[in-house]
Nanobody, 130 residues
Framework: QVQLVESGGGSVQTGGSLRLACAGS????????MGWFRQTPGKEREFVAA????????YYADSVKGRFTIAGDNAKNTVNLQMNSLKSEDTAVYFC???????????????????????WGQGTQVTVSS
């Protein structure tokens, strides 16, 4: 099973920036994409962004477009999330996830669903305060 480890969370003031990193290890052959989700207490896990390994396309939730940038490195099995212009509503635990399959699908409708991912990291807290 693929193992994922996130790093880079922390506390920042409104308007600040943070960079999250995720490293994958184990049987990563067949990786279709890596993505980021976030979750706050009592709410469903929410899609943030995804990076496709097959065509290097990026996908973003509307709430983070223009502020967050996802970048993947296939050779290193890593994916980073640069978060700028952070808002209080970005406060959440952020999870890295990997989609491993023999058939890779494309499109945000696929990547925005948590059920499409096969392994998850432990999560890293991001807190944005005014």
């Amino acid at each position: 099973q693929v193992q994922l480890v996130e790093s880079g969370g922390g506390s920042v003031q409104t308007g600040g920036s943070l960079r999250l990193a995720c490293a994958g290890s184990g049987p990563t052959a067949g990786t279709c994409a890596m993505g980021w989700f976030r979750q706050t207490p009592g709410k469903e896990r929410e899609f943030v962004a995804a990076f496709s390994w097959t065509d290097s396309r990026t996908y973003y939730a509307d709430s983070v477009k223009g502020r967050f940038t996802i970048a993947g490195d296939n050779a290193k099995n890593t994916v980073n999330l640069q978060m700028n212009s952070l808002k209080s509503e970005d406060t959440a635990v952020y999870f890295c996830a990997v989609d491993v399959s023999t058939i890779c699908y494309s499109g945000i409708r696929h990547y925005e669903r948590p059920a499409e991912y096969d392994a998850w990291g432990q999560g890293t807290q991001v807190t944005v305060s005014s």
